[in-house]
Protein backbone atom coordinates (compact mmCIF):
# COMPACT_ATOMS: atom_id res chain seq x y z
CA UNK A 1 0.00 0.00 0.00
CA UNK A 2 2.88 2.26 1.15
CA UNK A 3 4.42 1.84 -2.30
CA UNK A 4 1.26 2.43 -4.33
CA UNK A 5 0.95 6.22 -2.22
CA UNK A 6 4.37 6.94 -3.24
CA UNK A 7 3.92 6.39 -6.90
CA UNK A 8 1.11 8.47 -6.97
CA UNK A 9 2.78 10.79 -4.94
CA UNK A 10 6.12 11.14 -7.25
CA UNK A 11 3.28 11.09 -10.41
CA UNK A 12 1.82 14.46 -8.97
CA UNK A 13 4.97 16.09 -8.15
CA UNK A 14 6.36 15.06 -11.65
CA UNK A 15 3.61 15.98 -13.54
CA UNK A 16 3.56 19.62 -12.14
CA UNK A 17 7.01 20.10 -12.29
CA UNK A 18 6.97 19.08 -15.76
CA UNK A 19 3.84 21.33 -17.41
CA UNK A 20 5.57 22.43 -19.89
CA UNK A 21 6.61 19.06 -21.30
CA UNK A 22 5.00 18.01 -24.85
CA UNK A 23 2.11 15.13 -23.94
CA UNK A 24 3.15 13.53 -27.68
CA UNK A 25 6.74 13.44 -26.34
CA UNK A 26 5.80 11.84 -22.56
CA UNK A 27 3.31 9.05 -24.82
CA UNK A 28 6.54 8.40 -27.31
CA UNK A 29 8.83 7.82 -23.83
CA UNK A 30 10.47 4.32 -23.47
CA UNK A 31 9.33 2.17 -20.72
CA UNK A 32 11.33 -1.24 -20.67
CA UNK A 33 9.75 -3.89 -17.86
CA UNK A 34 12.73 -6.73 -16.87
CA UNK A 35 11.10 -9.72 -15.35
CA UNK A 36 13.59 -11.80 -13.16
CA UNK A 37 12.74 -14.61 -10.57
CA UNK A 38 14.73 -15.89 -8.02
CA UNK A 39 15.30 -19.62 -8.44
CA UNK A 40 16.11 -20.70 -4.91
CA UNK A 41 14.22 -23.41 -3.52
CA UNK A 42 16.06 -26.77 -2.89
CA UNK A 43 14.04 -28.10 -0.86
CA UNK A 44 9.99 -28.69 -1.96
CA UNK A 45 10.38 -30.51 -5.22
CA UNK A 46 7.01 -28.92 -6.46
CA UNK A 47 8.71 -25.66 -6.88
CA UNK A 48 10.89 -27.26 -9.99
CA UNK A 49 7.68 -27.53 -11.63
CA UNK A 50 6.45 -24.22 -10.80
CA UNK A 51 10.38 -23.20 -12.69
CA UNK A 52 9.53 -25.20 -15.46
CA UNK A 53 5.73 -23.94 -15.90
CA UNK A 54 6.76 -20.00 -15.37
CA UNK A 55 9.21 -20.42 -18.07
CA UNK A 56 7.09 -22.16 -20.78
CA UNK A 57 4.09 -20.02 -20.61
CA UNK A 58 6.53 -17.37 -21.15
CA UNK A 59 8.61 -18.14 -23.50
CA UNK A 60 4.95 -19.09 -25.76
CA UNK A 61 3.73 -15.19 -24.69
CA UNK A 62 7.30 -14.35 -26.53
CA UNK A 63 8.54 -12.79 -22.57
CA UNK A 64 11.99 -13.98 -22.31
CA UNK A 65 12.82 -13.39 -18.63
CA UNK A 66 15.57 -13.66 -16.17
CA UNK A 67 15.75 -16.73 -14.17
CA UNK A 68 18.20 -16.19 -11.20
CA UNK A 69 19.32 -19.45 -10.28
CA UNK A 70 21.03 -20.64 -6.76
CA UNK A 71 24.13 -22.96 -6.86
CA UNK A 72 22.69 -25.76 -5.21
CA UNK A 73 19.20 -25.76 -6.93
CA UNK A 74 21.00 -26.23 -9.84
CA UNK A 75 22.65 -29.28 -8.54
CA UNK A 76 19.44 -30.09 -7.27
CA UNK A 77 17.87 -30.05 -10.52
CA UNK A 78 20.41 -32.35 -11.87
CA UNK A 79 20.22 -34.77 -9.02
CA UNK A 80 16.87 -35.10 -9.80
CA UNK A 81 17.22 -35.76 -13.10
CA UNK A 82 15.06 -32.61 -14.15
CA UNK A 83 16.63 -32.17 -17.62
CA UNK A 84 12.99 -30.73 -18.38
CA UNK A 85 12.97 -28.38 -16.32
CA UNK A 86 16.88 -27.16 -16.79
CA UNK A 87 15.54 -26.91 -20.74
CA UNK A 88 12.75 -25.07 -20.26
CA UNK A 89 14.97 -22.33 -18.61
CA UNK A 90 17.74 -22.17 -20.92
CA UNK A 91 15.16 -20.77 -23.45
CA UNK A 92 15.44 -17.28 -20.75
CA UNK A 93 18.49 -15.60 -19.47
CA UNK A 94 20.51 -16.77 -16.20
CA UNK A 95 21.48 -15.19 -13.57
CA UNK A 96 23.04 -16.28 -10.18
CA UNK A 97 21.12 -16.17 -6.50
CA UNK A 98 24.15 -17.54 -4.23
CA UNK A 99 25.75 -20.59 -3.99
CA UNK A 100 23.66 -21.77 -1.05
CA UNK A 101 21.42 -18.75 -0.38
CA UNK A 102 19.70 -19.70 3.27
CA UNK A 103 22.13 -21.79 4.27
CA UNK A 104 24.15 -20.59 7.15
CA UNK A 105 25.96 -18.22 7.01
CA UNK A 106 24.39 -16.23 4.28
CA UNK A 107 27.13 -13.47 2.57
CA UNK A 108 26.20 -10.31 5.04
CA UNK A 109 26.85 -12.97 7.69
CA UNK A 110 30.50 -14.33 6.99
CA UNK A 111 31.29 -10.49 5.55
CA UNK A 112 30.36 -8.07 8.42
CA UNK A 113 34.01 -8.15 9.97
CA UNK A 114 35.75 -8.05 6.72
CA UNK A 115 37.74 -5.65 5.01
CA UNK A 116 37.94 -4.68 1.03
CA UNK A 117 40.26 -7.13 -0.23
CA UNK A 118 40.10 -10.09 2.32
CA UNK A 119 35.97 -9.15 2.00
CA UNK A 120 36.23 -9.81 -1.97
CA UNK A 121 38.26 -13.11 -1.93
CA UNK A 122 35.88 -14.67 0.50
CA UNK A 123 33.04 -14.10 -1.55
CA UNK A 124 35.17 -15.58 -4.67
CA UNK A 125 36.15 -17.94 -2.43
CA UNK A 126 32.75 -19.31 -1.06
CA UNK A 127 30.38 -18.19 -4.64
CA UNK A 128 32.84 -19.90 -7.18
CA UNK A 129 31.55 -23.55 -6.94
CA UNK A 130 28.02 -22.05 -6.80
CA UNK A 131 28.47 -20.05 -10.44
CA UNK A 132 31.16 -23.16 -12.27
CA UNK A 133 27.97 -25.07 -11.62
CA UNK A 134 25.48 -22.90 -13.02
CA UNK A 135 28.14 -22.64 -16.17
CA UNK A 136 28.55 -26.22 -16.59
CA UNK A 137 24.98 -27.01 -16.06
CA UNK A 138 23.53 -24.64 -18.32
CA UNK A 139 25.87 -23.90 -20.56
CA UNK A 140 26.23 -19.89 -19.71
CA UNK A 141 27.88 -17.62 -17.35
CA UNK A 142 25.33 -15.78 -15.30
CA UNK A 143 24.75 -12.13 -16.45
CA UNK A 144 23.60 -11.00 -13.05
CA UNK A 145 23.87 -11.56 -9.56
CA UNK A 146 21.40 -11.31 -6.66
CA UNK A 147 22.07 -11.37 -2.91
CA UNK A 148 19.48 -13.75 -1.14
CA UNK A 149 17.21 -12.08 0.57
CA UNK A 150 18.57 -8.62 2.24
CA UNK A 151 22.19 -10.26 2.13
CA UNK A 152 24.19 -7.84 0.36
CA UNK A 153 27.70 -6.49 0.83
CA UNK A 154 29.96 -4.22 -1.48
CA UNK A 155 32.93 -6.53 -1.47
CA UNK A 156 30.57 -8.51 -3.85
CA UNK A 157 31.55 -6.74 -6.76
CA UNK A 158 35.07 -7.05 -7.82
CA UNK A 159 34.34 -11.07 -6.92
CA UNK A 160 31.37 -10.86 -9.28
CA UNK A 161 33.47 -9.33 -12.08
CA UNK A 162 36.31 -12.21 -11.47
CA UNK A 163 33.87 -14.82 -11.76
CA UNK A 164 32.59 -13.06 -15.09
CA UNK A 165 29.36 -11.55 -14.03
CA UNK A 166 28.67 -8.30 -14.53
CA UNK A 167 25.55 -6.73 -13.82
CA UNK A 168 23.83 -6.77 -10.35
CA UNK A 169 20.12 -7.36 -10.26
CA UNK A 170 17.64 -7.51 -6.72
CA UNK A 171 16.00 -5.10 -4.27
CA UNK A 172 16.95 -3.94 -0.92
CA UNK A 173 17.45 -0.28 0.23
CA UNK A 174 21.06 -0.39 0.73
CA UNK A 175 22.10 1.77 -2.37
CA UNK A 176 20.27 3.42 -4.77
CA UNK A 177 19.46 6.70 -6.99
CA UNK A 178 15.94 7.51 -7.32
CA UNK A 179 14.34 4.24 -8.22
CA UNK A 180 16.42 3.85 -11.72
CA UNK A 181 19.07 2.10 -12.70
CA UNK A 182 22.84 3.25 -11.69
CA UNK A 183 26.55 3.03 -11.79
CA UNK A 184 27.87 1.19 -8.51
CA UNK A 185 30.84 -0.94 -8.24
CA UNK A 186 31.55 -0.67 -12.27
CA UNK A 187 28.63 -2.50 -13.23
CA UNK A 188 24.93 -1.89 -13.99
CA UNK A 189 22.50 -2.29 -10.73
CA UNK A 190 18.77 -2.85 -11.00
CA UNK A 191 18.58 -2.09 -7.25
CA UNK A 192 16.45 -0.18 -4.86
CA UNK A 193 13.90 0.65 -7.83
CA UNK A 194 11.04 0.92 -4.86
CA UNK A 195 8.48 3.07 -6.86
CA UNK A 196 9.25 0.99 -10.06
CA UNK A 197 9.03 -2.09 -8.57
CA UNK A 198 5.70 -3.80 -9.55
CA UNK A 199 4.66 -6.85 -7.98
CA UNK A 200 0.80 -9.02 -8.72
CA UNK A 201 0.20 -10.20 -5.06
CA UNK A 202 -0.19 -13.28 -5.33
CA UNK A 203 -3.71 -14.83 -3.86
CA UNK A 204 -5.15 -11.52 -3.10
CA UNK A 205 -8.94 -10.40 -3.74
CA UNK A 206 -9.14 -8.10 -6.72
CA UNK A 207 -5.37 -8.69 -6.82
CA UNK A 208 -5.29 -8.09 -10.64
CA UNK A 209 -6.77 -4.71 -10.73
CA UNK A 210 -4.73 -3.27 -8.38
CA UNK A 211 -1.53 -4.41 -10.09
CA UNK A 212 -2.61 -3.23 -13.48
CA UNK A 213 -3.34 0.50 -11.58
CA UNK A 214 0.24 0.46 -10.41
CA UNK A 215 1.95 -0.37 -13.62
CA UNK A 216 -0.20 2.19 -15.11
CA UNK A 217 0.89 4.66 -12.72
CA UNK A 218 4.40 3.90 -12.61
CA UNK A 219 4.63 4.23 -16.42
CA UNK A 220 3.24 7.42 -16.43
CA UNK A 221 6.09 8.63 -14.03
CA UNK A 222 8.50 7.27 -16.14
CA UNK A 223 7.11 8.77 -19.52
CA UNK A 224 7.29 12.37 -17.09
CA UNK A 225 10.78 11.43 -16.59
CA UNK A 226 11.67 10.97 -20.07
CA UNK A 227 11.36 7.16 -20.18
CA UNK A 228 12.73 4.08 -17.88
CA UNK A 229 12.79 0.32 -16.18
CA UNK A 230 9.71 -1.48 -14.47
CA UNK A 231 11.58 -3.71 -12.30
CA UNK A 232 9.17 -6.83 -11.44
CA UNK A 233 10.51 -9.91 -9.86
CA UNK A 234 8.91 -13.36 -8.40
CA UNK A 235 10.25 -16.48 -7.13
CA UNK A 236 8.76 -19.73 -8.60
CA UNK A 237 8.34 -21.45 -5.19
CA UNK A 238 5.57 -18.70 -4.00
CA UNK A 239 3.41 -20.17 -7.03
CA UNK A 240 2.70 -23.50 -5.05
CA UNK A 241 4.08 -23.28 -1.50
CA UNK A 242 2.00 -21.21 1.60
CA UNK A 243 5.52 -20.50 3.60
CA UNK A 244 9.02 -19.71 1.92
CA UNK A 245 10.59 -23.24 1.85
CA UNK A 246 13.61 -21.28 3.72
CA UNK A 247 12.05 -19.42 6.45
CA UNK A 248 10.83 -23.26 7.83
CA UNK A 249 14.31 -24.61 7.55
CA UNK A 250 16.62 -21.36 8.58
CA UNK A 251 15.00 -18.71 10.39
CA UNK A 252 17.25 -16.72 13.11
CA UNK A 253 20.50 -18.11 12.54
CA UNK A 254 19.52 -21.85 12.14
CA UNK A 255 21.10 -24.33 10.55
CA UNK A 256 19.79 -27.91 10.49
CA UNK A 257 21.39 -30.82 9.07
CA UNK A 258 19.78 -31.86 5.52
CA UNK A 259 18.37 -35.15 6.35
CA UNK A 260 16.30 -32.86 9.19
CA UNK A 261 15.35 -30.16 6.90
CA UNK A 262 11.19 -29.95 6.60
CA UNK A 263 8.98 -29.50 3.49
CA UNK A 264 7.02 -26.04 3.44
CA UNK A 265 3.72 -26.51 3.21
CA UNK A 266 1.54 -26.22 -0.20
CA UNK A 267 -1.61 -24.58 -1.75
CA UNK A 268 -4.45 -26.43 -2.89
CA UNK A 269 -4.31 -26.95 -6.75
CA UNK A 270 -7.09 -24.43 -7.18
CA UNK A 271 -5.11 -21.98 -5.56
CA UNK A 272 -2.17 -22.55 -7.31
CA UNK A 273 -4.17 -22.97 -10.56
CA UNK A 274 -5.23 -19.23 -9.66
CA UNK A 275 -2.01 -18.21 -9.24
CA UNK A 276 -0.73 -19.21 -12.40
CA UNK A 277 -3.95 -17.70 -14.58
CA UNK A 278 -3.73 -14.34 -12.73
CA UNK A 279 -0.12 -14.39 -13.55
CA UNK A 280 -0.99 -14.78 -17.34
CA UNK A 281 -2.86 -12.01 -17.40
CA UNK A 282 -0.89 -9.74 -15.71
CA UNK A 283 1.76 -10.74 -18.16
CA UNK A 284 -0.69 -9.88 -21.33
CA UNK A 285 -1.81 -6.58 -19.75
CA UNK A 286 1.66 -5.34 -19.88
CA UNK A 287 2.57 -6.50 -23.60
CA UNK A 288 -0.91 -4.46 -24.31
CA UNK A 289 0.73 -1.15 -22.97
CA UNK A 290 1.69 0.82 -25.66
CA UNK A 291 5.10 1.39 -26.42
CA UNK A 292 6.06 -0.56 -23.17
CA UNK A 293 8.33 -3.78 -23.76
CA UNK A 294 9.45 -6.50 -21.90
CA UNK A 295 13.97 -6.41 -22.01
CA UNK A 296 16.23 -9.05 -20.34
CA UNK A 297 19.39 -7.78 -18.31
CA UNK A 298 21.13 -8.71 -21.24
CA UNK A 299 19.48 -5.62 -23.08
CA UNK A 300 19.49 -4.04 -20.76
CA UNK A 301 23.34 -3.30 -20.15
CA UNK A 302 22.62 -1.86 -23.87
CA UNK A 303 20.00 0.27 -23.40
CA UNK A 304 21.93 1.73 -20.48
CA UNK A 305 25.76 1.10 -22.02
CA UNK A 306 28.29 3.68 -20.16
CA UNK A 307 29.35 6.07 -22.64
CA UNK A 308 31.68 7.65 -20.40
CA UNK A 309 34.03 4.44 -20.15
CA UNK A 310 34.93 5.01 -24.05
CA UNK A 311 34.68 8.57 -24.05
CA UNK A 312 37.39 10.55 -24.84
CA UNK A 313 37.33 13.52 -22.43
CA UNK A 314 38.55 16.58 -23.96
CA UNK A 315 40.76 19.72 -22.20
CA UNK A 316 37.19 21.96 -21.97
CA UNK A 317 35.09 18.64 -20.33
CA UNK A 318 38.49 18.38 -17.76
CA UNK A 319 38.19 21.86 -17.06
CA UNK A 320 34.73 21.34 -15.79
CA UNK A 321 34.76 18.63 -13.59
CA UNK A 322 38.19 20.58 -11.99
CA UNK A 323 35.74 23.40 -10.98
CA UNK A 324 32.94 21.06 -9.72
CA UNK A 325 35.35 18.78 -7.64
CA UNK A 326 36.20 22.26 -5.41
CA UNK A 327 32.89 22.37 -4.50
CA UNK A 328 31.26 19.08 -4.51
CA UNK A 329 32.60 15.27 -4.84
CA UNK A 330 29.95 13.12 -6.41
CA UNK A 331 28.75 12.04 -9.68
CA UNK A 332 28.37 14.46 -12.50
CA UNK A 333 26.15 14.28 -15.71
CA UNK A 334 28.73 16.30 -18.71
CA UNK A 335 27.94 16.33 -22.16
CA UNK A 336 25.34 13.28 -21.86
CA UNK A 337 27.44 11.28 -20.04
CA UNK A 338 27.17 10.32 -16.40
CA UNK A 339 31.04 10.36 -14.61
CA UNK A 340 31.30 9.15 -11.07
CA UNK A 341 33.40 10.61 -8.38
CA UNK A 342 36.21 8.16 -9.13
CA UNK A 343 35.86 8.83 -13.12
CA UNK A 344 36.46 12.34 -12.20
CA UNK A 345 39.69 11.15 -9.85
CA UNK A 346 41.83 9.37 -12.36
CA UNK A 347 40.62 12.08 -15.22
CA UNK A 348 41.93 14.46 -13.02
CA UNK A 349 44.83 12.56 -12.33
CA UNK A 350 45.98 11.82 -15.89
CA UNK A 351 45.08 15.46 -16.50
CA UNK A 352 47.67 16.54 -13.86
CA UNK A 353 50.26 14.48 -15.22
CA UNK A 354 49.88 16.09 -18.70
CA UNK A 355 50.41 19.01 -17.62
CA UNK A 356 50.97 21.37 -19.86
CA UNK A 357 48.08 20.17 -22.26
CA UNK A 358 48.66 22.38 -24.79
CA UNK A 359 48.06 19.67 -27.54
CA UNK A 360 44.67 19.32 -25.56
CA UNK A 361 45.14 15.20 -26.17
CA UNK A 362 41.64 13.65 -24.95
CA UNK A 363 42.33 11.49 -21.77
CA UNK A 364 39.98 8.35 -20.87
CA UNK A 365 38.58 7.15 -17.78
CA UNK A 366 40.66 4.37 -15.60
CA UNK A 367 38.31 2.05 -14.47
CA UNK A 368 38.62 2.15 -10.22
CA UNK A 369 36.63 1.23 -7.06
CA UNK A 370 36.96 3.26 -4.03
CA UNK A 371 39.65 3.28 -0.86
CA UNK A 372 39.51 0.10 1.30
CA UNK A 373 39.37 1.84 4.55
CA UNK A 374 38.19 5.50 5.91
CA UNK A 375 40.83 8.35 5.75
CA UNK A 376 42.14 8.99 9.79
CA UNK A 377 44.18 12.45 9.37
CA UNK A 378 47.54 12.51 10.99
CA UNK A 379 47.78 14.62 14.12
CA UNK A 380 50.74 16.27 12.66
CA UNK A 381 48.78 16.78 9.46
CA UNK A 382 45.26 18.29 10.91
CA UNK A 383 46.77 21.81 10.05
CA UNK A 384 47.82 21.73 7.11
CA UNK A 385 46.81 24.55 4.98
CA UNK A 386 49.00 24.17 1.81
CA UNK A 387 50.93 22.27 0.08
CA UNK A 388 53.65 22.42 -2.60
CA UNK A 389 52.96 21.95 -5.99
CA UNK A 390 55.70 20.31 -6.92
CA UNK A 391 55.03 17.83 -4.26
CA UNK A 392 51.38 17.76 -5.50
CA UNK A 393 52.03 16.42 -8.67
CA UNK A 394 54.62 14.17 -7.03
CA UNK A 395 51.59 12.54 -5.45
CA UNK A 396 49.83 12.63 -8.66
CA UNK A 397 52.15 10.22 -9.76
CA UNK A 398 52.78 7.99 -7.13
CA UNK A 399 48.55 7.79 -7.35
CA UNK A 400 48.70 6.81 -10.64
CA UNK A 401 50.85 4.15 -9.56
CA UNK A 402 48.88 3.15 -7.04
CA UNK A 403 45.67 2.70 -8.94
CA UNK A 404 47.14 0.42 -12.09
CA UNK A 405 48.19 -1.55 -9.01
CA UNK A 406 45.70 -2.12 -6.98
CA UNK A 407 42.18 -1.11 -9.58
CA UNK A 408 40.95 1.30 -6.84
CA UNK A 409 41.59 4.73 -5.35
CA UNK A 410 44.10 5.23 -2.45
CA UNK A 411 43.30 5.40 1.56
CA UNK A 412 45.55 8.02 1.49
CA UNK A 413 47.23 10.85 -0.62
CA UNK A 414 51.03 11.50 0.52
CA UNK A 415 52.15 14.76 -0.36
CA UNK A 416 55.52 15.46 0.85
CA UNK A 417 55.77 14.13 4.58
CA UNK A 418 52.18 14.52 5.15
CA UNK A 419 48.94 12.55 4.30
CA UNK A 420 45.35 13.93 2.74
CA UNK A 421 42.64 12.31 2.16
CA UNK A 422 41.86 11.11 -1.43
CA UNK A 423 38.60 14.09 -1.18
CA UNK A 424 41.19 16.89 -0.22
CA UNK A 425 43.48 15.86 -2.87
CA UNK A 426 40.74 15.79 -5.45
CA UNK A 427 39.86 19.01 -5.16
CA UNK A 428 43.29 20.28 -4.44
CA UNK A 429 44.02 19.03 -7.54
CA UNK A 430 41.15 20.44 -9.16
CA UNK A 431 41.90 24.17 -8.44
CA UNK A 432 46.05 23.39 -9.48
CA UNK A 433 44.40 22.66 -13.12
CA UNK A 434 42.06 25.41 -13.25
CA UNK A 435 44.52 27.92 -12.18
CA UNK A 436 47.23 26.27 -14.65
CA UNK A 437 45.53 26.24 -17.89
CA UNK A 438 48.04 26.17 -20.85
CA UNK A 439 50.83 27.23 -19.00
CA UNK A 440 53.35 25.30 -17.21
CA UNK A 441 52.53 24.93 -13.29
CA UNK A 442 54.92 26.84 -11.12
CA UNK A 443 56.55 23.74 -9.08
CA UNK A 444 58.42 26.42 -6.57
CA UNK A 445 55.35 27.83 -5.16
CA UNK A 446 52.76 26.55 -2.72
CA UNK A 447 49.31 26.68 -2.89
CA UNK A 448 45.97 26.19 -0.28
CA UNK A 449 44.93 22.91 0.35
CA UNK A 450 41.15 22.69 -0.84
CA UNK A 451 38.83 20.65 1.55
CA UNK A 452 36.99 17.80 -0.32
CA UNK A 453 33.32 18.15 0.49
CA UNK A 454 32.48 14.29 -0.74
CA UNK A 455 28.85 13.98 -1.50
CA UNK A 456 28.23 10.93 -3.48
CA UNK A 457 27.76 8.72 -0.03
CA UNK A 458 24.97 10.55 0.77
CA UNK A 459 22.96 7.88 -1.53
CA UNK A 460 23.92 4.87 0.55
CA UNK A 461 21.61 4.37 3.38
CA UNK A 462 23.52 4.25 6.97
CA UNK A 463 23.43 1.19 9.38
CA UNK A 464 19.51 -0.11 10.53
CA UNK A 465 17.80 -2.71 11.58
CA UNK A 466 15.30 -2.04 8.74
CA UNK A 467 18.38 -2.78 6.46
CA UNK A 468 18.79 -6.59 8.05
CA UNK A 469 15.54 -7.37 9.06
CA UNK A 470 15.52 -10.62 6.86
CA UNK A 471 13.74 -13.29 8.72
CA UNK A 472 17.36 -15.27 7.95
CA UNK A 473 19.47 -13.62 9.49
CA UNK A 474 20.42 -14.23 13.53
CA UNK A 475 18.52 -12.38 15.93
CA UNK A 476 19.73 -9.41 16.51
CA UNK A 477 22.11 -8.60 13.53
CA UNK A 478 23.47 -5.89 12.08
CA UNK A 479 26.70 -4.58 9.91
CA UNK A 480 28.20 -1.16 10.24
CA UNK A 481 31.14 -2.08 8.71
CA UNK A 482 29.35 -3.26 5.05
CA UNK A 483 27.82 -0.01 5.35
CA UNK A 484 31.19 1.84 5.50
CA UNK A 485 32.54 0.02 3.15
CA UNK A 486 29.57 0.46 1.10
CA UNK A 487 29.94 4.40 1.58
CA UNK A 488 33.63 4.42 0.36
CA UNK A 489 32.62 2.25 -2.56
CA UNK A 490 30.05 5.58 -3.55
CA UNK A 491 33.02 7.25 -5.08
CA UNK A 492 31.92 4.97 -7.63
CA UNK A 493 28.13 5.51 -7.99
CA UNK A 494 26.70 7.53 -11.22
CA UNK A 495 23.31 7.05 -12.72
CA UNK A 496 22.54 5.15 -15.47
CA UNK A 497 21.33 7.00 -18.44
CA UNK A 498 19.07 5.57 -20.75
CA UNK A 499 20.57 5.21 -24.05
CA UNK A 500 17.76 6.93 -26.67
Known sequence: MYRRIFVTLALILMTTASGGNSRAAQSTAPVYVTLWFDTEDYILPQSDDAAKRLAEMLTRLGVKATF???????????????????????????????????GQPTPSVYLQHAGWEDGAAEFHRRELQGVRDLERIFGATPVCYGQPGSSWAPQTYPALKRLGVNAYVDESNHVGI???????????NVFKMRSTVVRMDLGKPNNLAEAQQELQTAIAALRQRGGGTISIY??????????FWDGVNFSRGANPPRE???LPATQ????????????????????????????TVAELKQRYADQAATHNFTAEEIAVMARTVQQEISFQKLNGLSVSAADSFSLLTEAALALPRTDKRPLKITPLFGPARGFVPAASAKQLSAVKVRELLEAARHVSAFYQTHGRIPDEVWVGAFSISPADYLATLGAL??????????????????????????????????????????????????????????????PALLQK
Open 268 to 295: NAEEIERNYRDFEQFIKFIQAQSNVRFV
Open 433 to 494: LESAGKTTPDLKREMPLVRGRFTADKYVAEDSPRLWGWVIFPEGFHAPKIMEQARLQAWTLK
Open 178 to 188: EDQPFYYGGML
Open 260 to 262: EWK
Open 234 to 243: YHPCEFVHRE
Open 68 to 102: KVVGEKARVLEQRGRKDVIAALKKHELGYHSNLHS
